[in-house]
């Protein structure tokens, strides 16, 4: 019933929004100038009068719907069944497969049954649902149409409907963000305090630890278990990395803003800042096949050709391909701030005989600095966060080396390889990327304050 109720709350929406601004403009009988609120705040408050209770119901009666199919389902079986959650999860996964036609084999009487009432339950909640928000709607529309006048006012209830979605939508992404922190916060308290896991390091031990080997705490013959979290080899790594790609992307993407923004005409600025700004939209993937398959073998090359021990998976390939990546985060910002930098600061220096070169060393550059500075934060930022490209250039070897001709690897890379597995979700080795990426969120956290110290401190110069 997802698609008729759509069409249909679509469609009386829209008759809201028509019969609210016709009857406006009746009840006005001609003189616009005497009503409280333009035609077009009747018609939005008719319209929000219809569409909110109409979704409002949707909202809360699927999933009603959706659980009392289930009860019904389950109430076929034994007790002991609907209270274990493992074989109920099954039994409603395969009711579901039947009541679509997907289940393969011969179905049980009781499952069978339970399929049938499932899909009656179903189908007759959500015709209950639909018909009910139809009502709703129509009542809705009706009373508004009542309560349309030449005082009426519209525009005020329309603001203030806008205002609560507005602080809604703010509500909701401060309470995800509090809400990721600390569900990865907890299950990083339950990796260091948890007496029930076995094999789990000490505070200390994980910051400080020069070994990552997560297997190690699993099985007793491949190494120690206090040594095995040591979480110095995967920062190392990131920070490696993330050097080498903002080198590569540090000075093209300044100088290419530079370029765009002061010497390049309007027509070659409108060609050359879209196609560079198209390396952000190629997949990450596409870059790490990329870097495996050229950058990687093009750089053991060479260095086999000057006598040098290369590594098939090195940083090296992985800070190049990345710091490819992120040129269009530095470019396109500093090409921004720097446009940003009043005329009048560019035409005082060439009054005091300055040429363009040294206006945009002495005077462009250091006025755009905190916009340059927050936009190289925001590219080590993403370096820091990437994981394709360096599971595939860089590979998973947590060494301990500052040699961007030896394979490294980072900590998002092992955040990924430790949730993919068969492993058992409370063991040690599993909640090891929690704390990974606990510890990681404090490092983006303190680059994000450092950048923000430096804006506020040059900003206050220039404002």
């Known amino acids: 019933m997802v698609y008729p109720f759509f069409a249909a709350l679509t469609l009386l929406t829209g008759i809201a929004y028509a019969v609210g601004q016709r009857r406006a403009v009746s009840v006005a009988d001609g003189r616009l100038a005497d009503l409280h609120s333009l035609p077009i705040y009747h018609a939005l408050f008719t319209a929000i009068g219809v569409f909110v209770p109409m979704l409002a119901i949707f909202?809360?009666?699927?999933?009603?719907?959706?659980?009392?199919?289930?009860?019904?389902?389950?109430?076929?079986?034994?007790?002991?069944?609907?209270?274990?959650?493992?074989?109920?999860?099954?039994?409603?996964?395969?009711?579901?497969?039947?009541?679509?036609?997907?289940?393969?084999?011969?179905?049980?009487?009781?499952?069978?049954?339970?399929?049938?009432?499932?899909?009656?339950?179903?189908?007759?909640?959500?015709?209950?649902?639909?018909?009910?928000?139809?009502?709703?709607?129509?009542a809705a529309l009706a009373a508004s149409f009542g309560v349309i006048k030449v005082p009426f006012r519209a525009r005020k209830h329309v603001e203030r409907f806008a205002l609560i979605v507005l602080g809604a939508c703010a509500v909701v992404a401060i309470l995800t963000t509090v809400g990721i922190v600390f569900s990865v916060a907890f299950e990083t308290y339950r990796f260091f305090f948890d007496p029930s896991l076995s094999g789990k390091p000490t505070i200390g031990s994980f910051l400080f630890g020069l070994e990552w080997n997560p297997q190690a705490a699993m099985r007793a013959d491949q190494g120690t278990i206090s040594t095995a979290y040591g979480f110095v080899p995967l920062l190392v790594g990131s920070l490696l990395i993330t050097f080498i790609a903002i080198c590569v992307a540090g000075p093209l993407g300044l100088f290419s803003a530079i370029y765009l923004a002061e010497y390049a005409t309007p027509r070659v600025r409108s060609i050359a800042k879209p196609i560079l700004e198209i390396l952000a939209g190629i997949p990450t993937v596409v870059l790490g096949f990329f870097a495996a398959l050229t950058v990687a073998p093009l750089i053991r090359g060479l260095g086999e050709a000057y006598g040098l021990n290369v590594a098939s998976e090195s940083a090296l390939a992985a800070g190049l391909v990345m710091g490819m990546m992120i040129i269009p985060f530095i470019s396109s910002l500093s090409d921004d701030v720097i446009n940003a930098v009043p005329q009048s600061m560019r035409d005082g220096s060439y009054a005091l005989g300055a040429t363009k070169s040294e206006t945009i060393r002495q005077v462009l550059l250091p006025a755009a600095l905190p916009g340059i500075v927050s936009a190289f934060m925001l590219a080590i930022s993403r370096a820091i966060g990437e994981t394709m490209i360096v599971v595939m250039a860089a590979g998973l070897a947590a060494n301990l080396t500052l040699n961007p001709l030896d394979a490294v690897t980072t900590i998002t890379v092992q955040i990924k390889t430790i949730l993919v597995g068969d492993q058992e979700f409370d063991s040690a080795k599993t909640l090891a990327a929690f704390a990974l990426g606990f510890v990681l969120f404090f490092v983006t956290l303190m680059l994000n304050y450092i950048a923000l110290r430096i804006v506020r401190k040059y900003r206050e110069q220039y404002d």
């Open 59 to 138: 909202v809360i009666g699927t999933p009603l719907v959706s659980w009392m199919a289930h009860s019904a389902a389950l109430a076929q079986f034994d007790p002991s069944v609907q209270a274990d959650p493992l074989r109920s999860g099954v039994i409603l996964r395969d009711v579901a497969s039947i009541s679509r036609g997907q289940f393969a084999g011969n179905a049980s009487p009781e499952l069978a049954q339970a399929a049938k009432d499932y899909a009656a339950t179903l189908a007759t909640g959500g015709w209950a649902v639909f018909l009910l928000a139809i009502a709703a709607g129509v």
